[in-house]
Each structure stands twice: as C-alpha cells, then as structure tokens.
C-alpha cells in the first residue's frame, strides 16, 4: 500500500487573493494623497465667517457637517446675480462676489434664496474716499451701557444720535450657508480663470461640463443661544469620559498699570484716590481674526501707551497726591466684557482698586480721525444732574481744556448737556457709582470711521502709508502725519492725567514722543514681526509675531497676540530695566528692595548688540499686570443675563476652502452604475473561483517514499 507525506496549509487560491487584495489596499493608502492633490486646488489664505452666540439667539455663518459644494459664478455687478437666483442651468452655486457688492441689499437676495446658494467667497475691494463699509450695528453695545428704559430714556436705543450711521448690521445676522473671505488676489486670480475656463458658456448658452466647483468646510457645533450650547458643554463635561465642549465664552485679559506701584496682595485705602485713564484693545469684523480696528482701537489705545510714557517721565510723579491707572479692556465691541468684569471685581473686592477709590476717569475713544482741530470732549448728562458730580465734571473738563492750550494742535471742544455718552467703557461704571468722567473723541455725534469694525479698518483708513523705497526698518521709524497728531493728543492726556493727579510744576515739560507713537502705528497695522517688538518681549513670544499687521478680536484662546504685546509695550515704555540675572527676574522675591506684590518682572529678549550679531536680553520692571476679562455672566453662569455680556464662539473641527472640476449629474449617475457593476461581477467571479479553487489550483503532489 501505497502513502504520501504532506501537510495542511492554506488554500493557495485564498493566499493569492489576499495578496493581491493587501497590494491594492497598500498601494491606495500610499497613492491617496498624491490623488486628492490632482484632484484639487487648496485656498490656503482665506478667512471664514463662524458662529457667535449670546443670551438670545445665534449670529454668523456655517457649511453642511460634509461642506458645500457649488458651482462657480463670479459676481462682478449686480445683474450677474440673475444667473445664480433664476437662471443658472446647475444650482447650487457657489458665489465669487465682489467686494464692493458685499451689501445688505445683496446678501439679502442671496438669502432668501438659499436653495440655490451653496456660499460665498468674498473678494477684497479697495476702499476709496467715497465708500464706506460697517457691518456692525447702528447702535453699538445697545442695552448693556448705562442708557435704558428706566434710566435716561430720551438716550436709549440712540434715539438722539445714530454713532454708527452708515452700519448696516450684516455682522449680526445668522446665514446657513458658509461665507469666506479670500485674503490673496493670487488665489483669487486662480478661482477667476477656472471660472472663465470652464463655467463660462458660448453666445449666451449654457456652460458644458466639466465644471469648476467650490467646497467650503465650516460646520459649526453650537446652535440657538449661549444658554443652550454652555448647558450642553456642561452635561457633556459632567457625565462624558469624553466630552465634545461645543462653544467657549469669548475672553481675554484687561492690561493695566500703576504710575505709582501699589501692593497688589490688598486692597487701597478708601482715601487713597486713583485717576482712571481708559480704552479698549479689541475690534472684530464680519470675518473670523479679521479685525485690523485701525480707528476703533489701535489708534486709541497707541494713543495711551504714549501718554503712560509720557507721564512716568515726569520728575515728581512719586510725590502726587493721586496716584494714575491706566487700563486697557479687553472685549468691548462686545457688550463691555472686559470693563463690566473689573467694575464686578472692584465691587467684590476681587481687585486692589475700589470703585470708591476712583477719582475721575478719562476714556478715549476714536481720536484718528480729527477733520480739524477739534477733539471732542463727550460727558454723561444723566449722572450731572447730581450736583456733586456736576461740579466735577466741570473741573475734569476745565482740567482737559488748560492742558490743551499748550498744544495748539489740539483744541479741546465742549458739548451740550443733551447729548449722551457714545458707546464706552465709562458707561459700565456709571451702572456702578456716579463718578465724573469723559469720553475724548474725534467726532462730535456720528462717527467719522467710515468703515467700524470692519475688514477695511486699516492703516489706510487712519492715513498711515510709507515712502514706497523705503525698507521696513525705515519704515518703523518713519515718523507719519498720523504719528505726529496723535501724540499731540497724548501730550494733551498725559498733562491732563498729570493735573488730576495733583502736579502742578512740569505740565508744560511732559511731552508725548511721536517716534514712539510711530513705531507702535508701524507695529499694530503694518507688521507686528520688527526689531523693535522683537526687543521688548520674551524669547517664547517671538512667534507671536507675524509678518503681517495684528488682528484685534478678542478669541477664546488668551491672551491674544494683542494683548501680549500691548502688555510688554507698556512695560517697555512705563518700566525700568534692572540688573537683575535670568534666575532672580523669574523670583525675585530673593533679591533685596524687589517685590512681586509691588511690580511685574519680565526677562526680554532686549535690543541688539553694537555688532548685531546677539541681543542683549534684560529684565523689565514694571507696575503693568494682566485682569482676567470674561464676562461675570459666565462665573455666575448666569448664560441668559440681560445684565452682563453673553457673547461665545461655537466650536468647529475644520475650516477648508479648495477648488475642484466636477461632471455632471448624468456621468455620476453612469459612473456610479458602472462601478456597482464591476463591484457585482467581481464578487460573483470571486464567489466562482473561489468554489472551485481545489479544481483550478491543484497543488504539485510532492514526492515521498513508497513502501510496499
């Protein structure tokens, strides 16, 4: 009798599939991202319109949770609209629209035909002397100032005056399909010639396919109000190993300095007075960390900085009698958030400044734009009709008009008692205590800023330009126009401040520096990566720094880049540099005469060496600190208050903007039809080869031994 020897393994048919099948899969994994690149066209510099929500309802921009998809038309003048809301054979379409149509009266058609609008990449346009473009609201920060139904009612709701007359308010409306700013006319010109090549059809008809196509991600997680997105974060936090948080509270810091160190472990005396100089940091616009707030910001509160140098040059500022704070709030363009929070400190003794302690206060709003002379000197006639506090705001104002008339390029102008605060962080603490203060500003009524709170709010705006041959590093030193007039207005303030404070002897000797003023315009607007910054902050911050201007809204990540540098700016220009090494700058507490209850200590990186080959890193000293700016509403949470600010930023997972080639709908279809079948008929040839392996592939019989 025969036997063979032999073994059982797996069947040779199997093997071969499964190695073929694991080359394929292989070979897609390795092969997927060079496809994706043929296939499409990133934008790589846009900027997306996101979600924002408060106590009452949502506002902003999202796409689909799979993005939207449309097809191309450019929009260069308000009939080329007819195609994509009637015409257009192949809706949805994706809309290039021009900058100058981005109008309420535009987007409103677009909105209310969103079955054919799959979403809109908006271009930059160039402003020119006669547009404007302000997508906030007509009446800014309305219901949470000091005006309201049952206090000043004839100045609630700006019934007297309209600040921001030319706003249409397009930033505060909800769209429900994704909206994008294209940021390089490079991608831009990229777009238009797909559009041209493909999407633009012979004598009228229509265009053939294939077509060029937009995708836009921006799915945003919260929706409703900030009650119901804060109380699904906190049931997600409170009962989820993993939780999905879907929106944060928009929040920052409020940068604020001493001219006379105070011990911040306590709080003041109630008979130590302190004179508030005020203004904000933040501005927003319709597009997400677009905010260059030339006007509503940056020239302010450079402005402010240049006083507070100015004024700790004086020579017996540790004599005063008051001492000076200057704060600069965090997250106003959006109901007072970093104000209310410090006036909720002060009143719970969460801060070393009382609001008792507050002599008067002195704010300054819009300052860029004088079309003369003229600086405005605005007051609350609600609070005046205290006598007390009457007859102190006449002395703030008498202070303000004696300080102006040694600058002859700066003539202080009073107003009528009829007419009340414009939108300001003053407003907050007159909900507080009946203090005197003053808004200065370059209007009168209306604002002059043709463009609050919008894309256009740039140096341009505010008359900063530059030799076109000159390097950056002239650049920073340029002294502008601009620069010059604005430190006229902060030698105004820094005498005024110095007055308050009770000095009487070197007024006429304080004077603002406007190279000063100069390098912080060049820095803020024009490009934030310079020698100068460099030298004043910390080595880890360098990144901080971009090529580009700094954008001012406020975020939920903080401190922004805003306010770290204004921090430091401060510091550089108020502080002293010590002899300090690394290790005691960073515990001080060490070293003799040094206290981090009385001063902040900052190891910069400094400035270059007489070669350039290094810096020179030291440490600042200095009275200027960091107060956290994140509305009350949310430490109370108390998401629905109609007191405190409510504002929060939905959450998302992916913002994506790419350009692509799409068939139609009838080559899909066949597409999709031929490869089901092909899937079909390979599994059934599967199927069969593999029912017949032990026929088809028969394995070599091996040789053994034979017996017999």
């Known amino acids: 009798m025969a036997t063979t020897r032999g073994g059982s393994g797996p069947d040779p ?14 070979a897609g994994l390795c092969g997927g991202n060079s496809v994706e690149r043929k296939i499409y066209i990133p934008l790589n510099k846009t900027a997306p319109c996101v979600r924002l929500l408060n106590a009452t309802h949502q506002i902003g921009c999202q796409s689909s ?61 160039k402003p020119n002397s006669t547009s404007s473009f302000s997508p906030s609201v007509q009446c800014p920060n309305d219901g949470f100032g000091i005006y309201s139904n049952s ?3 004839e100045f609630a709701h700006c019934k007297k005056t309209l600040w921001n007359e030319l706003g249409n308010g397009l930033a505060y409306e909800d769209f429900s399909f994704p909206i ?29 396919f294939p077509l060029c196509a937009m995708q836009l991600f921006s799915h945003m997680h919260a929706v409703i109000s900030t009650a119901t997105c804060m109380r699904r974060s906190f049931i997600q936090s409170t009962f989820s190993i993993n939780p999905e948080i879907v929106c944060d509270p928009l929040s920052d810091y409020n940068v604020w300095s001493m001219l006379k160190p105070i011990n911040t472990s306590g709080g003041l005396e109630p008979d130590v007075r302190v004179v508030v100089a005020a203004t904000r940091l933040d501005s927003r616009s319709f597009f997400w960390n677009v905010a260059p707030g030339a006007e509503s910001a940056v020239a302010s509160f450079v402005t402010q900085l240049a006083a507070a140098e100015a004024l700790h040059k004086a020579p017996d500022v540790t004599t005063l009698s008051r001492n000076v704070m200057f704060v600069f709030f ?83 102008r009073r107003l009528a008692q009829s007419q009340a605060l414009p939108p300001s962080s003053l407003q907050r603490f007159l909900r507080a205590r009946n203090i005197s203060g003053v808004v200065l500003a370059d209007h009168s009524g209306s604002f002059h800023n043709r463009y609050y709170q919008s894309i256009y709010d740039t140096a341009e705006n505010i008359n900063v330009t530059y030799p076109e041959w000159q390097s950056p590093e002239e650049d920073l030193n340029f002294v502008t126009d601009t620069a010059k007039a604005l430190a006229n207005v902060a030698t105004v303030l820094a005498r005024a401040l110095y007055e308050l404070a009770g000095g009487t002897n070197f007024s006429s000797s304080i004077q603002a520096d406007p190279q000063t003023v100069t390098r912080l315009l060049y820095g803020f607007l024009v490009r934030a990566n ?31 880049n805003t306010t770290y540098v204004v921090q430091y700016a401060l510091a550089n220009l108020t502080g002293k540099a010590t002899n300090l090494t690394r290790e005691q700058c960073q515990d001080p507490s060490k070293v003799p005469n040094e206290s981090k209850d009385l001063y902040e200590y900052s190891w910069v990186q400094g400035p270059w060496n007489s070669n350039k080959t290094e810096r020179l890193p030291q440490c600042v000293r200095s009275t200027v600190r960091l107060a956290r700016a994140l509305s009350p509403a949310f430490e109370l949470s108390q998401w629905s208050s109609t007191e405190y600010s409510t504002w929060a930023e939905s959450r998302w997972k992916d913002i994506q903007a790419r350009i692509f080639l799409i068939a139609s709908k009838e080559l899909e279809f066949i597409t999709l039809i031929v490869g089901f079948s092909i899937l079909v008929f390979s599994l059934i040839v599967t199927y069969c080869i593999n029912a017949k392996a032990d026929v088809l592939f028969v394995a070599p019989r091996e040789p053994g031994a034979v017996s017999y």
């Open 151 to 153: 206090y000043g009612p």
């Open 13 to 26: 048919g199997s093997r071969g599939l499964l190695l073929l099948s694991f080359s394929v899969v292989l």
């Open 330 to 412: 965090q997250g106003e363009t959006f109901d007072y958030i970093g104000s209310s929070r410090m006036v909720y400190d002060m009143e719970n003794g969460k801060f070393p400044v009382r609001l008792e302690n507050i002599d008067s206060f002195v704010e300054l709003g819009q300052v860029a734009l004088r079309t003369s002379l003229d600086l405005w000197m605005h007051t609350d006639p609600m609070s005046q009709k205290n006598e007390s506090v009457k007859n102190q705001v006449e002395d703030l104002l008498a202070t303000l008009e004696k300080s102006g008339a040694g600058v002859p390029e700066v003539v202080l």
């Open 180 to 208: 994008f700013l294209l940021e390089d006319e490079n991608e831009t010109k990229v777009i238009k010639q797909c559009y041209q090549d493909h999407n633009l059809g012979q004598n009228g008809s229509a265009p053939s």
């Open 530 to 560: 310079n020698s100068w910054f460099q030298s004043i902050l910390k080595h880890d911050l360098r990144s901080y720094l971009d090529d580009r201007p700094l954008q001012h809204y406020i975020a939920v990540s903080s401190p922004t």
């Open 65 to 125: 949770i799979s993005g939207d998809t449309g097809v191309i038309h450019v929009v260069e003048k308000e009939e080329d609209l007819k195609w994509v809301l009637t015409d257009g054979p192949n809706p949805p379409y994706m809309v290039l629209l021009e900058g100058k149509l981005f109008t309420r009266d535009v987007m409103e058609k677009l909105k209310g035909t969103t079955s054919r609008i799959a979403g809109l990449a908006v271009t930059l346009a």
